[in-house]
């Protein structure tokens, strides 16, 4: 009987006690089954040697993942062979994914290793956000999960076509995707593979606008006036008003706010790959203030603007955000060629809206423009006003068109 089976208690072990048990049972179990213990040992192997539950004893009591806790055990090489860091707390699939990138370096060359390992990393975090767990490799270990994994992955592709301009990037993307989930199947034993039937023509459409559509401004008048409480509003406003995608919605965080002086704004760090790294709030600063003020009296409130006691990241997820979004959708009567829309197409709004209102100014910008002796009134908004005054009379038509929309 190993020790595992003979119920240890480790969330009763100091982190002290864990680093002993280690050093003074775990490695000689390990040795016993063969593990090199010169490099760093795989969770798999852990796992086979019966001590699982040390990773979740170091996650949930001492906040470590178990590639840490090795790192103070005398494994340095604490994130990976060559000391990436993959950016989730799942030792099954950080274990996983630098398997699986061994064998892409052994037969391609190492910039495609590298591309490769950059998409997936991107999927995993992606993941993480969305769905609020990077435990991608124990959901496939489990055929039950088979037919709600499928919509899993799809949602995260459906995230990224947000941030993909190209369809041979997006192709990319969903072919190591697929890849990665092959290697579980053939090397992990994993029971399906979610990305083998990802219809990338549902999830990303490539045949123009009209494929693409985005709410009208009625339609978003409709939503915000079927809104009944705060939280709704500031949904909307997220998504239609300011053009957040509905992951950067789920986890919006109250430090990220700058509400105070003449350009309040959402400031994003480096995750934001993607697009610029503040986003003006040139509408609903009031709602926002509100629901901040409502959550400020809770007990315990942590930040989040959308909080959840279920999740252990504090915040929703983007799944419900678009739950959310079409409960709402569906409550207004808002349908989009037939259609349920999806929060998407209030994103799309934001950018519609956007593109109107600056060629709005372009053409406001005309006569000035000839009097110049140019064609291109763009020249009088780059070379005649400053920063401040384009950015304050990008604001002014931005919020005339959000005004007209939410009908405030």
């Known amino acids: ?94 274990d996983a994914l630098e398997a699986f990138l061994r064998r892409v370096e052994r037969k391609w060359a190492q910039s495609t290793a590298d591309s490769k390992r950059y998409r997936l990393a991107t999927y995993v975090r992606l993941y993480d956000t969305v769905h609020g767990t990077t435990a991608i490799v124990d959901r496939v270990m489990d055929g ?22 190209s369809d041979a990037s997006k192709r990319r993307y969903l072919s190591d995707i697929r890849q990665f989930y092959d290697h579980l199947e053939n090397r992990h034993g994993a029971k399906f593979n979610p990305g083998a039937n990802v219809d990338h023509a549902e999830i990303w459409d490539t045949e123009g606008e009209t494929d693409n559509p985005a709410l009208s401004s009625e339609q978003v008048g409709a939503l915000y006036d079927a809104a009944e409480t705060p939280d709704e509003q500031l949904l909307i406003l997220a998504l239609c008003g300011w053009g957040l995608r509905r992951s950067e919605v789920a986890s919006l965080h109250s430090s990220q706010l700058v509400l105070e002086g003449d350009d309040p704004h959402i400031t994003f760090g480096e995750e934001r790959k993607n697009g610029p790294g503040t986003v003006a709030l040139i509408y609903g600063v009031s709602v926002l203030l509100d629901r901040i003020e409502t959550l400020e009296d809770r007990d315990e409130w942590t930040g989040y ?46 950018y519609t809206t956007y593109n109107a209102a600056i060629d709005e100014l372009l053409n406001n910008l005309g006569t000035i423009a ?39």
């Not at 037919?147 to 947000?162: C, S």
Request: with cysteine; proline share 3%; charged share 30%.
């Open 305 to 350: 603007l959308f909080p959840s006691k279920r999740s252990s990241s504090g915040h929703i997820t983007g799944e419900t955000v678009q739950a959310r979004f079409k409960r709402l959708a569906d409550r207004a009567g808002v349908r989009v060629y037939g259609d349920e829309p999806t929060s998407k197409m209030g994103r799309r709004f934001w």
């Open 1 to 94: 009987m190993s020790h595992e089976q003979a119920q240890i208690n480790w969330s009763r072990m100091s982190l002290e006690e864990l680093q002993q048990y280690w050093n003074g049972h775990v490695e000689l179990d390990l040795e016993r089954n063969g593990v090199d213990l010169e490099s760093r040992p795989t969770y798999r192997e852990i796992t086979d040697a019966g001590y699982s539950g040390i990773a979740y004893a170091l996650r949930e009591h001492h906040g470590l993942t178990l590639t840490e806790f090795l790192a103070t055990v005398g494994y340095d090489d604490c994130e990976s062979p060559d000391g990436y860091s993959w950016g989730i707390d799942d030792d099954p699939t950080i």
């Open 144 to 165: 039950e999960n088979q037919y709600d994994e499928l919509p899993r992955v799809e949602t995260v592709l459906d995230e990224l076509d947000d941030d993909l301009e």
């Open 370 to 408: 000839a009097e110049q002796g140019s064609a291109d009134p763009s020249v009088v908004l780059k070379n005649y006003l400053s920063e401040s005054e384009r950015r304050k009379y990008r604001r002014e038509y931005m919020r005339d068109r959000l005004v007209e929309a939410f009908g405030q």
